[in-house]
């Protein structure tokens, strides 16, 4: 498979609005929704090189960090590995999971190495880590479910971003973003969380499409009769 979906030359990154631009409210564009209509997750172990370059990871981080953000308390940001330091986390997870694990079979552990394989494999995986902040008036004053809900958003943009640049992606946690060690590992500060790990790079398999929800059964048009007390 080559490096993008097509072999059409990309355009350089378009850069973004500056402070106060005028910028257009909504802009027409069937091949955002095209992509949006079929965007698939490939499976982090399926993923390999070649991966977004300098340029292409700037673009892409720079559309994930464009995300709704209520009172811009900016509450999350991003560890990226790539390069030799995929080659030293994997090792660090490795012990990681050793120390702390406790797999119920010899298949098990097996299992959780082979999947630590891709963070070595992909080309590069961004670590989303949700901020929460708290130490202003106004950081206060907004909902930690709110913030939480913003880190999430960078990591959907990050997919999409991945996408559109020709690259497949996945949004992992796996055990490695919940254990206290490996954020410790990641530099990540007592109150930081893991929202996700983002791994990007080229698929070695083409995916197939999952069940997905029929909005007949998760969409209810609100009327005056629903919820009377
Ligand atoms: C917060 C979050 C964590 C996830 N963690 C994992 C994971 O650890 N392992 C995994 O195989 N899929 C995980 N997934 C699911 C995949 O990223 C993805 O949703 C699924 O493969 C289908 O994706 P698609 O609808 O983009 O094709 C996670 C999804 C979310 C939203």
Redesign the pocket.
């Known amino acids: 498979m080559g490096k993008h979906d097509s072999d059409t030359a990309q355009p350089p990154a378009p850069t973004p609005p500056s402070l106060g631009d005028s910028v257009p409210p909504a802009r027409r564009s069937r091949e955002t929704v095209d992509l949006l209509t079929t965007?698939?997750?490939t499976?982090?172990k399926l993923l390999d090189e070649p991966g977004p370059d300098e340029s292409e990871l700037k673009s892409i981080l720079t559309v994930g960090a464009r995300v709704p953000d209520h009172r811009r308390l900016t509450p999350w940001r991003f560890v990226v590995i790539r390069g030799d330091a995929r080659r030293g986390l994997r090792a660090r997870l490795e012990a990681i999971y050793e120390q702390t694990q406790r797999p119920e079979s010899h298949e098990e552990r097996e299992k959780a190495f082979e999947k630590l394989g891709s963070i070595e494999r992909a080309p590069v995986t961004i670590c989303v880590v949700s901020s929460v902040r708290s130490d202003s008036p106004k950081a206060r004053k907004t909902p930690e479910w709110e913030q939480y809900l913003s880190a999430?958003a960078v990591?959907q943009n990050l997919?999409i971003a991945a996408s559109a640049t020709g690259y497949a992606a996945?949004?992992?946690?796996?055990w490695y973003?919940y254990e206290p060690l490996v954020r410790r590992t990641l530099g990540l500060a007592e109150h930081e969380r893991v929202?996700?790990f983002v791994f990007m790079g080229t698929a070695t398999q083409q995916?197939l499409e999952?069940t997905?929800s029929e909005l007949v059964d998760v969409v209810q048009f609100w009327t005056d009769a629903a919820g009377k007390l």
């Open positions: 965007r698939r997750s499976l982090a999430g990591c997919l996945q949004w992992v946690t796996e973003a929202a996700g995916p999952r997905r």
